[in-house]
């Protein structure tokens, strides 16, 4: 197993986009001093690796984000620290914070243009717009060494999901993190235009490189067991641990009781997690519909098979890189 923390901050959001399926309410938020102590216990079971912010809005809990923050760039163990936000929570206070922390990546939600993405990520009453507030922030997120945009592609606007990469692309975004809605039910049309869109993306980023120009494409990185969710260490908002984050999502919260492995008060060795992460697809596969899980493994797919098309070229791309 790799050695990844993930911590749940928080399961609270100001945000209810439509393809989340989170659990928000009913769960508390992790103390800093529990989330210090995660630290701890991670270096203790897994000797190094890299932490995950997740959440729900990770920013909700500012405090909490900070010490793990300043702890980890204390700690040689600790590699790289991953925040995700949607990005309501930035300011130029916490952009200048991020950028003078050599290992942290903020990773943005952005799903496009402002149509798509308003479409997909509601605010809750007195937020303000997310798109909006984060176009507030360019042109520093932009120019910022660590940012990376996730694109989430839902059903819904996987016609239009060229269209939106190359928006992001428009506003300066070189980095990015490909999303398909997963653990949701795509129609066959959908599923086409998936396959069309990244098609096209494809295209886009390959001519890009052609001609040396710089595009991150971090799903080119990154592999899990598991579709979408994360395994390792995982640290729920209520202290819990699991080897899945796969209880973030309502369809599958009857399954927290089954993954978990203990606590930050009764914590497991690593062979327990490794050991109940051999169960997770199973679990998955029994408690989703039928017609869910194939949708997630289609999707899959075709995020797998626009990642191989992508990598002959990116390693030609990388030699002329090294080679100038």
Known sequence: MVGSLVLTVTRRCNLRCSYCPTVKDGFPSLTTEQALSALSLFEHIFGSGEVKLFGGEPLLEPETVRAVLAAAEQRPALKRVYLSTNGLGLDDAWLDSLAANPKCILTLS???????HRRLRRALPQVADSYDHVMQLLPRLTQAPRVVVTQTIAPATASNAADNFAH?????FRRFNFLPGYYLA????QLRQLRESFARMAAEITERWRHDEYVYVRNLFTW???PFFNSGMIVDSDGSIHPSNLGLSGALADLLPETRVGGLDSPPTRADLEAHAAT???RLQTA?????????L??????????????AEFVRYRRRRRAA
Do not use: H, I, K, M
């Not at 952005?110 to 798509?116: A, F, H, I, S, V």
């Not at 992001?168 to 300066?172: P, R, S």
């Open 224 to 226: 899990a067991p598991t």
């Open 280 to 282: 997770v697809n199973q």
């Open 110 to 116: 952005l799903d496009g243009r402002p149509e798509d």
């Open 186 to 189: 795509w129609r066959p049309e």
């Open 288 to 296: 989703l519909a039928p017609a869910v899980w194939q949708s997630t």
């Open 298 to 311: 289609d999707v899959d797919r075709a995020l797998t098979r626009f990642c191989r098309g992508l990598y």
């Open 168 to 172: 992001l692309l428009g506003l300066g």
